[in-house]
């Protein structure tokens, strides 16, 4: 069954960074596009950006761009997203889920993981 | 880019029909696939249409999409009305260089 693991919530200072990762089940990794997806708190879901595993290439959206590396390690089948430079405003919860080529539609989607910034 | 405009709330009872519209601010709400998503509270989202109008397996037929190019927007579709209906339904689409936007999402409330 494909599943997407993420790691736990984590609680970081205004300025800092926070990696998250993302452990891919159940053959999705090698063929599949892995994108990552926050939602801060009452607000819909924003792309962030994704990643081709089997090539390594990742594209970003615009408003991270600077900010955020996605990379992909085929051998343990984890996907991470780093963010740095965090404020206040990247409160959220962190998803990782798979993208379809096709069609750019998500799913499965990782349980997600809370991202708390706060000095 | 593009932005994709829901309505922030609907209600309606048990049994009913209710449509979810989803406006695209500019370019052709066909050009790019329109899926939507429902997520219900402390839960990731999760997808009920995809390409317009396809429908997952163990999605119950009752939810459908479609599309209109005279309004330029996309509709959910959900008939009789269950109240495990209520939910946040978002929609998606992407634009001419895959960048993935969101809608705002709506917030349905069956009572």
């Known amino acids: 069954q494909v599943q997407l693991v993420q790691s736990g919530a984590e609680v970081k200072k205004p300025g800092s960074s926070v990696k998250i990762s993302c452990k891919a089940s159940g053959g999705i990794f090698n063929s599949n596009i892995i994108s990552w997806v926050r939602q801060a708190p009452g607000q819909g879901p924003e792309w962030m950006g994704r990643?081709?595993?089997?090539?390594?290439?990742?594209n970003y959206a615009q408003k991270f761009q600077g900010r955020v590396t996605i990379t992909a390690d085929k051998s343990t089948t984890t996907a991470q997203m780093e963010l740095t430079r965090l404020r206040s405003e990247d409160t959220a919860i962190y998803y990782c889920?798979?993208?379809?080529?096709?069609?750019?539609?998500?799913?499965?989607w990782g349980q997600g993981t809370l991202v708390t910034v706060s000095s | 880019n593009f932005m994709l405009t829901q309505p922030h709330s609907m209600s309606e009872s048990p049994g009913k029909t209710i449509s979810i519209s989803c406006t695209r601010s500019?370019?052709?709400?066909?050009?790019?696939?329109v899926q939507w998503y429902q997520q219900r509270p402390g839960s990731a989202p999760t997808i009920v249409i995809y390409e317009d109008n396809e429908r997952p397996s163990g999605v119950p037929d009752r939810f459908s999409g479609s599309i209109d190019s005279s309004s330029n927007s996309a509709s959910l579709t959900i008939s009789g009305l269950k109240t495990e209906d209520g939910a946040d339904y978002y929609c998606?689409?992407?634009?001419?260089?895959?960048?993935?936007?969101f809608g705002g999402g709506t917030k349905l409330t069956v009572l």
């Open positions: 998606q689409s992407y634009d001419d260089n895959d960048h993935v936007i």
């Open positions: 990643i081709i595993p089997i090539l390594g290439t990742a």
């Open positions: 889920a798979r993208e379809m080529s096709s069609s750019s539609w998500f799913g499965p």
């Open positions: 500019s370019g052709s709400i066909a050009s790019n696939f």
